[in-house]
């Protein structure tokens, strides 16, 4: 039993629960502060606290102080009770549970005895008891409302105490203060699941952009999946770092979820680029592979050949010199046709050499063996872009900002745009499309830079190369990092706080992950290669 001062007190506390409430962000911690509000206002000895899911009460929190027990929320003990029905399997409601019928009704039930109570099933209750020794004593079920009227949990409290410390009967001011605040708690977890339901909304849309993209080409929606998991990774990585430039950089989890975002639209310009020019596997792709004309050019070639031996214009010995010179040419094409990181002088000094060859056309006029595109397109020196498409493909950044910085983003999204807008900038302000320098650049917008570049070494579901291993990846990044492509502080943390191991771990085949000589490892002091050497050496990775 409580006085009328106490509860005049408590009237203040109320307020103060509800402004808490309406500011409290994460769910499991809403509820836990809710039921812990409601036992602390009743003085109860215990409680629990359900959610309506469908038609089922499920535990969402559970307290006792007599027995210890500290389960569901943000803090305690996972609960593996099942759900409570609601409904009986006769589909007739359940209105002998008292928690299902205050569900059901919406209708307060305060008990003082559940072994006196009438009306109410309290058999799992005694049978509790006697296994705990326990004596469940005085009830008070409370439903939750939202502001349609809809219940959407219940509260229940068990054992109020009175003033000299005994069972008591939850008195009336005691039940309507505990009525005020399922009302208010009511409201704040309805506004916590609109949030949460407007994220996950929100979140599905960005899937769908990606999706999307991944319709068009298989090869980018693994990287639209893979950039935000690694950009977290080494995020996380620069936030629990406790040395160097970056150990006063902390992270808020309103600032992870921003970086989440803007990692899964970090691409979303994409969108807009010709599936040709993404899905380009080789330098002679267009809409189709143009090797396939080329060789049929050779294989008109051969046939000259052949029949210059029939007509004994030439000998058998000429003959087999011109069909291996061919073979060996188309072969030559062939290779030059798939992209690599470098081709050499000599190389192009062939393809010219193969280009300035002679042949008949179908329209039988002779005519350069290459055309000047195909020509320009197997002497791609990097990949199997030209520098036009090369061009179209780094336009996916422009759209990319574009269509982020027309969005009203909300203020705890504002910085998705640049996030997401600067991971093809460079230290050094020669990246695009801004030409951003580190000091314009934000730590987010950073990190991300250097887990698109890690991604993309690493993938092998690309159409123009093979996945790199760990050693060969981490070698082209630390060429980067010297090279003021990446920022070398969150290259540091990639190393030293194992990000790269850990990505591998959960995207990389084990073929691809391979040992590493840190001391072959650009970029990396010969202090850092030592430290990393030996922790190898202990297998504490």
């Not at 430039?245 to 994409?270: N, Q, T, V, W």
């Not at 049929?296 to 050949?305: C, G, I, P, S």
């Not at 050499?344 to 063996?369: H, L, M, N, T, Y």
Request: glycine fraction near 8%.
């Amino acid at each position: 039993m409580t006085t009328d001062a106490t509860i005049l007190s408590r009237l203040e506390v109320l307020n103060a629960i509800g402004v808490a409430l309406s500011h409290e962000r994460d769910l499991p911690t809403l509820l836990e502060r809710i039921l812990e509000a409601a036992r602390e206002f009743a003085n109860a000895d215990g409680g629990t606290l359900y959610r309506v899911q469908g038609d089922t009460l499920v535990f969402e929190v559970l307290r006792n102080h007599s027995l210890g027990y500290f389960m569901g929320g943000k803090h305690g003990q996972p609960i593996n009770f099942p759900p409570l029905p609601m409904y009986l399997p006769d589909g007739q409601p359940n209105h002998g549970m008292v928690v299902a019928h205050a569900a059901l009704t919406g209708t307060t039930v305060n008990i003082p005895d559940a072994y006196a109570a009438e009306g109410y099933d309290f058999s799992g209750t005694r049978a509790f008891d006697a296994k705990t020794g326990y004596r469940s004593q005085s009830f008070l079920t409370v439903p939750m409302k939202d502001h349609d009227g809809r219940v959407i949990g219940v509260l229940q409290l068990i054992n109020s105490h009175n003033a000299q410390g005994a069972v008591d009967a939850f008195s009336q001011a005691e039940q309507q203060l505990v009525e005020s605040l399922a009302s208010q708690a009511a409201i704040a977890l309805n506004n916590r699941q609109l949030i949460v339901q407007l994220e996950t909304l929100f979140e599905a849309l960005i899937k769908l952009i990606n999706t999307a993209i991944d319709e068009k080409s298989p090869y980018t929606g693994g990287h639209c999946e893979r950039v935000p998991a690694l950009t977290n990774l080494l995020a996380e990585a620069a936030s629990r770092t406790t040395i160097g430039p970056l150990a006063d950089f902390r992270m808020s989890e309103a600032d992870r979820y921003e970086l989440k975002i803007a990692g899964l639209l970090h691409d979303c310009g994409k969108i807009t680029t010709p599936v040709h020019v993404v899905d380009k596997a080789t330098k002679l792709q267009t809409l189709y592979d143009r090797i396939g004309l080329v060789d049929t050019r050779f294989e008109v070639l051969l046939r000259d050949a052949e029949i210059a031996l029939l007509k004994g214009e030439i000998d058998a010995d000429a003959h087999a010199a011109r069909v291996a010179e061919l073979q060996a040419d188309r072969e030559f094409v062939r290779l030059c046709n798939t992209g690599g990181e470098f081709m050499a002088d000599d190389k192009v000094v062939a393809i010219q050499r193969i280009a300035a060859r002679r042949w008949r056309g179908p329209d039988g006029s002779e005519q350069a063996f290459l055309t000047d595109e195909e020509v320009d397109n197997l002497c791609i020196r990097r990949g199997t872009l030209t520098a036009a498409e090369r061009d179209i493909i780094n336009h996916h950044i422009v759209m990319t900002i574009r269509l982020l910085e027309a969005l009203p983003w909300p203020a705890h999204l504002t910085q998705v745009p640049e996030y997401a807008g600067g991971h093809h900038e460079r230290m050094d302000g020669k990246g695009y499309p801004r030409g951003l320098t580190r000091e314009q650049m934000s730590v987010p917008a950073r990190v991300m830079g250097i887990a698109d570049i890690f991604e993309a070494l690493t993938a092998s579901d690309r159409p123009y190369k093979p996945g790199k291993t760990l050693s060969e990846s981490l070698t082209i990044l630390g060429r980067m990092k010297l090279d003021h492509h990446v920022d070398p502080d969150l290259f540091e943390v990639f190393l030293r706080e194992q990000v790269y191991l850990d990505y591998a771990r959960q995207f990389l085949p084990p073929a691809q992950i391979d040992a590493i000589d840190w001391t072959r490892i650009p970029g990396v002091s010969p202090e850092l290669a030592a430290e990393l050497t030996a922790r190898d050496a202990a297998g504490t990775n």
